[in-house]
T-cell receptor
């Protein structure tokens, strides 16, 4: 059974610092890995999707890497801003029906 | 193209009542997934449906919970005789294809927050 772990559970950084969020998974047979952002009381916003054949994806200040052999994905957010404060979730797609397995999330606070 | 819509956004029910949660997928999407987020926990898969078919309900509690996705209209998640432990945020997601192929994303709705008093 796939287990997805996110470390750390919470992170506080001053504005301008780079953020590094870690996600690990136990089963390397994943179809893809998605990173989401969740604001308090709100839904999920998809940030990046990395297919199993890819090593990384980039969008603006966001970059996500995927290393299937080590069971890890990392989300980098460059030059953090207070608006980046949110909970970041990673989710692995591990079966052909589309069932996403989520980590518990990393709660990020960027202080001005 | 409107996103995934869920209603109501907030729902309060007394113990023993029924809760009905609705999800309208994005236009052109025929695959719907329901997830539950309990307080202080991550999202857990509940059920995957295509039009008129339940494909995978391995995450659904065995009793009181049911889901449907009729040929016409939204997908419905029904919880009968609610208990306090059912209080959670319920999210649905839709995709244009079966996302197991790895290429197609699931797009999430804003969620329904159920409170059982």
């Amino acid at each position: 059974k796939q287990e997805v772990t996110q470390i750390p559970a919470a992170l506080s950084v001053p504005e301008g610092e780079n953020l590094v969020l870690n996600c690990s998974f136990t089963d390397s047979a994943i179809y893809n890995l998605q990173w989401f952002r969740q604001d308090p009381g709100k839904g999920l916003t998809s940030l990046l999707l990395i297919q199993s054949s890819q090593r990384e994806q980039t969008s603006g200040r966001l970059n996500a890497s995927l290393d299937k052999s080590s069971g890890r994905s990392t989300l980098y957010i460059a030059a953090s801003q207070p608006g980046d404060s949110a909970t970041y979730l990673c989710a692995g797609l591990t079966d052909s029906w589309g069932k996403l397995q989520f980590g518990a999330g990393t709660q990020v606070v960027v202080t001005p | 193209n409107a996103g995934v819509m869920q209603n109501p956004r907030h729902l309060v029910r007394r113990r023993g009542q029924e809760a009905r949660l609705r999800c309208s997928p994005m236009k052109g999407h025929s695959h719907v997934y329901w997830y539950r987020q309990l307080p202080e926990e991550g999202l857990k898969f509940m059920v995957y449906l295509q039009k008129e078919n339940i494909i995978d309900e391995s995450g659904m509690p065995k009793e009181r919970f049911s889901a449907e996705f009729p040929k016409e209209g939204p997908s419905i998640l029904r919880i009968q005789q609610v208990v306090r432990g059912d209080s959670a945020a319920y999210f649905c997601a839709s995709s244009i294809q079966r996302t197991g192929q790895g290429t197609y994303e699931q797009y999430f709705g804003p969620g329904t927050r159920l409170t059982v008093t």
